[in-house]
């Protein structure tokens, strides 16, 4: 297990004269919760979709489980998408199908599993992120979308991905629901083992979370560690992000005794 | 974490037998060629009273545990040796377990289904009514106050209907003037009637077919794009948005892509007979050696103008049928993409349905005009 899970190196991404990321080298160890955090705009959902192969960046080499995404195709790329599981910001739920059908969706696209333990293990990844039998029978437009999100991550979920890519996993969720969403996924993390990779703003999220902290900013990762050190790095992002107003409060909540820092003057 | 053993059972004998699984038990081992089938086969012929042991398992995940969990006829062995890092997977296994999904609702009787259908005819209708009620209201208050009318969404439409179906229509047009040409001109010549030729062309082009061709051509092209349009604003949330400014739909939406088409749908028209008697025209002076001067002279005295008229108001009640019935469904489009797709394919059959039904209807109504 010494291979990273995910190696970004010398990446490059240019949209026409637009330069969104220069340099950047990123490494994921098994078994990270990584949370990626930027301003808006600062590459996260691009730097995401290279990593899923969604798009190709200019320059640079993505390697994920030891393989490079950009140069694989075919049967190699389908394994190892199977391997992944990733949670849309909107869910991304196939609206012709109902909700039961959409985590059934990869497991069926496998051709192996019979229907039965299709639909028993699909009735259990709903039970795990709270949907009931009768509402996995309602199409996603009638669903509410603290709902969409937990079909959508129980569709992520459905392969047991050794690997979970979470795009804003808590944006639009109530508190109650975003604090359900954090135990779950910290409970899979536990169990499975799984490696996640976040794009969050949510900061309540991120410490609770996050064992590392990916800093996205001036077109480059500034800083990757864990969310302790990364506090205490001196950077006009960082010292704005973490430090503002709600940061500060998302730090006494959760790390009363370890955070004792002097307000930085709230910038 | 990738390439492990597969997952095996093995029986050895002794009171009772006892079966152990070995391997990983996870979805991509199972979901390897063979493995599941195998695996199946096996299971189907274990002892029922079996000892299980699973303690050489490296892994296993909740489909793993679930097929395994199935082959206990969902309750567990009671001699079982689970090791504590597997065990949380088969209590969540287990908890989940009661979990049925609920019957599938009946589909609907012959005569529900009926009515259903009648419902639906009938929302429609109404529907329907109301949006042309809300347009006549629109024109109103657009006749009133003219200067804060949508000019600039009107101007657009009037570009992306008519101008950038210039080169379609007169593409179609002139090909259908071709081929009737020929056509007529073949069947003329057997009874001398060479000179008819202009009647005919006249006639069925100016009167019929230009508005006709013209009105299909608009109803497949712009008929689906305001449809989808409109349904896209809704699964975007912005006619909701829209609503919310109070800004009405029916003025910034539906008034101007009907003004839009009432306006350029006769200018289509006139484009499309144009080009399709030239068409026939070029035709004609090929199979027959019809001179274009002859036919030029001829033309006024063969079509009297009524005709052209009735063609212009074709294309301006043609126009704004297509576009109603494309805002309509439209409007009506669900926010999802299957909704999408559907309300746009049932938005053309019915825009090219309906102006066929209303071309019959004017020409009973015009029955004795033009001749």
Redesign the interface.
């Known amino acids: 297990?010494a291979e990273p899970v995910i190696e970004i190196s010398k990446l490059h991404t240019q949209f026409g004269q637009h330069v969104v990321h220069r340099d950047l080298d990123l490494t994921v160890a098994a078994g990270d919760i990584l949370a990626l955090v930027g301003g808006s705009g600062s590459g996260k959902t691009t730097l995401l979709r290279h990593m899923l192969g969604l798009t190709r960046p200019s320059a640079g080499r993505v390697r994920i489980?030891g393989e490079d995404i950009g140069k694989l195709g075919g049967q190699r790329l389908q394994?190892l998408r199977?391997?992944w599981g990733m949670l849309f910001q909107h869910g991304a739920l196939f609206?012709?199908l109902n909700a039961?059908d959409n985590v059934a969706l990869p497991?069926r696209e496998?051709h192996?599993?019979?229907e039965?333990?299709i639909?028993?293990?699909v009735?259990?990844?709903l039970?795990?992120v709270g949907i009931t039998?009768?509402e996995?029978?309602k199409?996603?437009?009638n669903l509410s979308g603290g709902m969409i999100k937990r079909v959508a991550l129980a569709r992520a979920l459905a392969?047991?991905p050794?690997l979970l890519f979470l795009d804003e996993p808590t944006a639009g969720l109530d508190p109650a629901l975003s604090e359900s969403f954090v135990e779950l996924i910290r409970a899979l993390h536990a169990?499975?083992?799984l490696t996640v990779v976040m794009v969050t703003h949510d900061l309540d999220t991120l410490f609770a979370l996050a064992s590392k902290v990916a800093v996205l900013a001036e077109r480059r990762v500034i800083a990757c560690a864990p969310p302790q050190q990364v506090l205490e790095i001196r950077h006009p992002f960082i010292e704005h992000f973490f430090l503002g107003v709600r940061g500060q409060r998302a730090q006494q909540a959760l790390h009363e005794t370890q955070v004792a820092k002097e307000p930085a003057d709230g910038k | 974490m990738s390439s492990q053993q597969e997952p095996t059972l093995s029986i050895s004998s002794g009171t009772p037998d006892t079966v152990s699984a070995r391997g990983a038990w996870h979805v991509r081992a199972l979901a390897r060629r063979g493995v599941m089938a195998r695996l199946r086969r096996q299971i189907a012929r274990l002892p029922q009273d079996a000892a299980w042991d699973l303690s050489a398992v490296e892994a296993i995940d909740h489909i793993g545990a679930q097929l395994l969990w199935d082959a206990w006829n969902g309750q567990r062995p009671r001699a079982l040796h689970l090791p504590a890092a597997h065990e949380r997977v088969f209590e969540r296994v287990a908890a989940a377990g009661h979990l049925r999904l609920p019957a599938p609702e009946p589909r609907p009787g012959p005569l529900r289904g009926a009515a259903m259908l009648i419902d639906r005819a009938a929302d429609h209708l109404t529907d329907f009514i109301a949006l042309f009620g809300q347009l006549v209201l629109d024109l109103g208050r657009f006749a009133a106050q003219p200067l804060r009318g949508p000019w600039r969404e009107l101007s657009a439409h009037v570009y992306h209907i008519g101008y950038q179906a210039l080169g379609i229509t007169a593409l179609v047009g002139l090909l259908i003037g071709i081929v009737l040409s020929y056509l007529s001109a073949q069947q003329l010549a057997t009874f001398g009637a060479d000179i008819y030729l202009v009647n005919i062309l006249g006639m069925s082009i100016v009167r019929e077919l230009g508005p006709l061709l013209a009105a299909i051509l608009v109803a497949g092209r712009s008929g689906s794009a305001i449809t989808a349009q409109l349904g896209v604003m809704r699964v975007t949330e912005e006619l909701d948005a829209m609503l919310v400014m109070g800004m009405p739909h029916g003025m910034r939406l539906i008034l101007p892509r009907v003004l839009a088409l009432a306006i350029v749908m006769p200018l289509l028209v006139v484009w499309t007979d144009a080009i399709a008697l030239l068409g026939g025209m070029a035709a004609a002076r090929l199979e027959l050696g019809l001179s274009i001067t002859y036919f030029r002279q001829e033309l006024p005295n063969a079509v009297p103008v009524a005709n052209y008229w009735i063609g212009l108001g074709k294309g301006v009640a043609f126009g704004m049928l297509i576009a109603l019935v494309a805002c309509h469904f439209g409007l009506r489009i669900k926010a999802n993409t299957e909704s999408l797709g559907q309300g746009t394919t049932i938005s053309v059959v019915t825009a090219i349905t309906i102006v066929i039904l209303a071309d019959a209807v004017f020409a009973v109504i015009f029955q004795r005009v033009g001749f």
């Open positions: 297990m489980f394994q199977n391997r609206s012709a039961f497991m496998l192996a599993l019979p039965s333990l639909r028993e293990a009735l259990l990844k039970d795990m039998p009768a996995a029978q199409m996603p437009a392969l047991e050794e169990q499975l083992g």
